[in-house]
């Protein structure tokens, strides 16, 4: 117990309660206790960020390697995408962008990292329902976790939420996690919650405002139809979309990447896991 708590309990057993609270809540009090904490020096051995730095994290924290690395975008997809948005975003004020499923944030915290790069006051909106995801619970701690390790958290903002409407964790798929502990998405489902319309939230207060897109989240792919309407209303003009999973194995993602050039979009490319589009907004 620290000093702040033992004079509390001392003073519980003298004082009156309405006068030890006046006691600890004085203003002299907090700004000593707050000045104590601001004379610490927090981040002065942060660890600077980079991609294996950020698995090597994660995996000490508890989650197992196979997962944190095969449930990643790896590290040159992400080198694709950058490079991408070297050429096509705009210079001299900071960038915005949108990232839809994080899991453990290896991504997401590519993502912050590249963008404050850029410029220190750009921000990267995410959204993610917080479900279990290959057995692990509560992979938003992990999220929280890395950016603040790295110094990210200040250039992000974290939506607990599905992009459209409740869906089914996991694409369907019950896993075994450590220890043989079984998740079933479905039968998970109904006790699961968090906030819905998530996107459609964002076009009603930040509509034509983000830079870019990162899809990375719900492998439905008429869910995955329903967002990415929804993010060209997000998008700035020429803004760009970066889809995960654009490869033989999952079939249905990469079909609806070839069909998105027909809907408003015009194909940049693809390495083999990642697929970028080019928002064609109407003049």
């Not at 502990?181 to 207060?205: G, H, K, R, V």
């Not at 990162?214 to 997000?234: C, F, I, P, W």
Request: proline letters at 4%; glycine letters at 10%.
């Amino acid at each position: 117990m620290g000093y702040a708590g033992t004079l509390k309990n001392v003073a519980k057993s003298v004082l009156p309660h309405g006068l030890v609270m006046t006691v600890l809540r004085s203003p002299a009090v907090r700004r000593r206790r707050i000045a104590s904490l601001s004379s610490r020096p927090a981040h002065a051995e942060q660890e600077p960020y980079s991609y294996r730095a950020s698995i090597e994290f994660l995996c000490d924290r508890g989650p197992p390697r196979d997962h944190v690395v095969s449930g990643s975008i790896p590290e040159a997809s992400l080198a694709f995408c950058s490079t991408y948005l070297d050429g096509s975003l705009p210079q001299g004020r900071p960038i915005v962008g949108l990232h839809v499923g994080n899991f453990l944030g290896v991504s997401l915290a590519y993502f912050v990292d590249y963008a404050r790069r850029r410029h220190q006051n750009s921000v990267v909106v995410s959204v993610d329902p917080n479900l279990t995801h290959r057995a692990i619970e509560g992979p938003q701690n992990h999220v929280v976790a890395v950016l603040n390790h790295f110094g990210l958290q200040k250039n992000a903002i974290i939506c607990v939420g599905y992009s459209c409407e409740k869906s089914v964790s996991n694409d369907g798929v019950a896993v075994v996690g450590v220890g043989g502990i079984e998740y079933d998405p479905f039968a998970a489902y109904a006790a699961e919650q968090a906030c819905e319309n998530s996107l459609a939230n964002l076009c009603t207060i930040w509509e034509g405002r983000f830079d870019f897109a990162v899809m990375d989240g719900n492998h439905d792919s008429a869910y995955l139809r329903k967002e990415t309407e929804l993010v060209q209303r997000l998008l700035t003009r020429s803004g760009a979309l970066i889809l995960d999973d654009v490869a033989d194995a999952w079939a249905d993602i990469k079909a609806e990447f070839g069909k998105l050039g027909v809907r408003g979009w015009r194909e940049v490319g693809a390495d083999g896991r990642v697929g970028i589009l080019e928002l064609l907004r109407a003049s």
